[in-house]
Structures are given as structure tokens and as C-alpha cells.
């Protein structure tokens, strides 16, 4: 009797465990719901802004199931940097009180002068950078717009060498920097962040499975970057990740803005010139992939 309730109540928690894994993999492909906390359930499986690749890709979807790609919506970076956004503007704004009242500072001028600053800008680039969703490679400053903050640089290192009243002009150049890198942040931004998976065997990979263009970087599947797209189509670029969750694998195939943010191509607010619709007309595989594991998909009357 006590043997088979323990039976009993171990089956309990495991039932339990294996709906919450499948709750926690739902999440996984279509987000979490308090990431769009204005939009309804009727969102859930197919957001409004989004749109379906071309008929030459095998899609599929989190209620369909079967075999093709499927949409992973990604964490929005807006809503994790907006607040230090916004004293990082704050912080540039009262870097100017030592420009303004000289030598009635608490501190030497130019050392709080620079603490703000660095403040300000500490607050407006590493969270951007720290919650960036791509594979960044290489030396690349975006989105800082580097050509003016250099010149506030020289110039604030003259107005301390050479004449105190350079320190307005440096600072001129810092906060035109300022608001050039929070443009370029926005539209970063403009665009909500998705790539597409594909469930596939480790068996079936080779280089055989990619269409034209794509250049290996491995020759076995493996997590992390696996290939990029050959050709030249800045501010873009695209590439395939290898992804594991739990038993399953996958490939999942990104459209990168500036290496830094993934951008939806399939969404109605992404800009496709020549050389991105040549890139998107075609999967970049040449295989269906595996079935999709039922803990991925989602039973419509549950939701």
C-alpha cells in the first residue's frame, strides 16, 4: 500500500516535471508572454507583424508540427537597456556642471567631468552590448558613432593642455555622439529580433545540405557558429548557429544587423534590398529536417 502510493506520487512529479519542461520549450520557440505584455493570447502562435518566408521554404509552425522551418522569437533588447538608457542622458547632461561652474566643483573640474562621462557612457553602451542576441566577431564599435566621440577626445585632452574654453566644444562633439548612438541603437532596434530553426539529425550533416554561397566553418555540427553567407550585403549579414535543447538539435539561420542584433527577415518592418531577397528567396538548406519534438508544439485548446 505505502509502495504504491510512493509509485504513485513519484509518477505525480514527474508528470508535473515534464509539463513544465514542455511549458519552459513552448517559451523557448515563441517567447515568453511578458515580453509583449499589451498583446492578447490570439498572438501567441503568429504575432501581427510577422510574415511568412516565400512558398519555396518548407515552414512549419508551434500548433502545426511535421517537418520544416519554425520562427524563434527572441528576447527584445529595448525594453533591458531603456532604463540605463535614460540616466546614461542624464549622466551626459550634468557632465557639462564643471563647464559651467569652474573651480566651484567639489572636485577637480576635469576629473568630475570625466566621471560623468564615463558614467554616462558605461550606462548607454555595455547593457546594449551585454544583451546583443548575435555572434559579434572582429573589432566593430557600433553602435557608438566613433568619428565624433574621437574628436571630443582630442578636443577635451586640448582644453586641458592648451585652453580651458575647448571643454564646450568637446563637449558639443560628446553629446552629438550621444544622440547619433542612441539612433543608431533605435534602429538596431527597429525590427523585432527571430531566427529559424530547423530540428535535425547529427547523421545528416555535411556540407552537401547548404545551398550555394555558404561558407563552412566546421565540418561536424556543433554549437555556436557553424556557417556565413558569402556575400557582402552590409549592414547585414547572415549565418547558421548550431543550437542544442535537450536531446534535440538544431540549425538555425539568422539575418544579423551590424553583428550585433538579429533581425526577423519575415517581418513586416524589415527592409529587403537586391541582395537580401536573392539571399531569403531560398532556404539556405537543402534538407527538411527532422520531425519537430511534440515538447516544441502547442495544443490550441489547452491555450
Not at 8 to 31: C, P, Y
Not at 74 to 88: C, D, K, R
Not at 94 to 112: A, E, V
Not at 275 to 290: D, T, V
Amino acid at each position: 500500500m505505502i509502495l504504491s502510493k510512493i509509485k504513485q506520487k513519484n509518477k505525480s512529479h514527474n508528470l508535473l516535471a515534464e509539463t513544465m519542461q514542455q511549458g519552459a520549450d513552448q517559451d523557448w520557440m515563441l517567447g515568453n508572454s511578458l515580453w509583449w505584455p499589451n498583446s492578447g493570447s490570439s498572438q501567441r502562435i503568429k504575432r501581427l507583424d510577422e510574415i511568412n518566408p516565400p512558398e519555396s521554404w518548407e515552414i512549419t509552425s508551434c500548433d502545426t508540427g511535421g517537418r520544416g522551418w519554425m520562427r524563434q522569437r527572441l528576447q527584445p533588447v529595448g525594453p533591458q537597456i531603456l532604463f540605463t538608457t535614460a540616466w546614461s542622458l542624464f549622466f551626459i547632461i550634468i557632465s557639462s556642471i564643471p563647464l559651467m561652474f569652474p573651480d566651484k566643483t567639489p572636485i577637480d573640474d576635469q576629473n568630475l567631468a570625466i566621471i560623468f562621462f564615463s558614467i554616462s557612457w558605461f550606462l548607454l553602451l555595455v547593457p546594449f552590448l551585454w544583451f546583443s542576441n548575435a555572434n559579434s566577431e572582429g573589432l566593430n564599435f557600433f553602435p557608438l558613432e566613433i568619428i565624433s566621440f574621437t574628436l571630443g577626445i582630442v578636443i577635451f585632452i586640448s582644453h586641458i593642455v592648451i585652453d580651458p574654453k575647448l571643454g564646450w566644444f568637446a563637449y558639443i562633439f560628446f553629446l552629438y555622439s550621444w544622440f547619433k548612438t542612441v539612433n543608431n541603437i533605435g534602429d538596431s532596434l527597429s525590427v523585432n529580433s527571430a531566427r529559424w530553426l530547423l530540428p535535425i539529425s547529427v547523421n545528416d550533416f555535411s556540407d552537401d545540405i547548404f545551398n550555394d554561397r555558404w561558407f563552412l566553418l566546421t565540418k561536424n555540427f556543433r554549437n555556436g557558429l557553424i556557417a556565413k553567407y558569402s556575400e557582402d550585403m552590409a549592414p547585414y549579414s547572415a549565418e547558421i548557429t548550431g543550437l542544442t535543447r535537450g536531446n534535440s538539435k538544431f540549425l538555425a539561420f539568422s539575418v544579423v544587423y551590424q553583428n550585433r542584433i538579429i533581425h526577423d527577415p519575415f517581418n513586416s518592418n524589415f527592409f529587403s534590398d537586391i541582395q537580401l531577397l536573392a539571399l531569403l528567396k531560398n532556404p539556405p538548406l537543402k534538407i527538411s529536417g527532422e520531425l519537430w519534438p511534440s515538447n516544441f508544439l502547442v495544443n490550441l485548446e489547452e491555450e
